[in-house]
């Protein structure tokens, strides 16, 4: 089966630094883009980043200059250094891959998401 699992999530003080981990196991053939999403309650889900497999980055303008994204391909895995938090920044967090199956087909995967806190 295919997985994506978050981890890093948790609480920290107004200008501190969390790192989120997402790993892709199973039966993935071809990972293109994996990126990071958040959801508050009552709003849109909304990009914060994204990373293609060559390295092309995208950013959110509310998290540029604070968050790096970045990716090990060979671990199928993916990163979000946050930087800098501020308590807007406290919401849930998800992991997507986009990727080719094994049947040829581009689907879209999202992890179960994890809780950033951001409190004195």
């Known amino acids: 089966q295919k997985q994506l699992v978050e981890s890093g999530g948790g609480l920290v003080q107004p200008g501190g630094s969390l790192r989120l981990s997402c790993a892709a196991s199973g039966s993935f053939f071809r990972i293109n883009v994996m990126g990071w999403y958040r959801q508050a309650p009552g709003k849109q889900r909304e990009l914060v980043a994204s990373i293609t497999s060559g390295g092309s980055t995208n950013y959110a303008d509310s998290v540029k200059g604070r968050f790096t994204i970045s990716r090990d391909n060979a671990k199928n895995t993916v990163y979000l250094q946050m930087n800098s938090l501020k308590p807007e920044d406290a919401v849930v967090y998800y992991c997507?891959?986009?990727?080719?199956?094994?049947?040829?087909?581009?689907?879209?995967?999202w992890g179960q998401g994890t809780q950033v806190a951001v409190s004195s």
């Open positions: 997507n891959a986009d990727y080719l199956s094994y049947g040829g087909t581009y689907l879209s995967s």
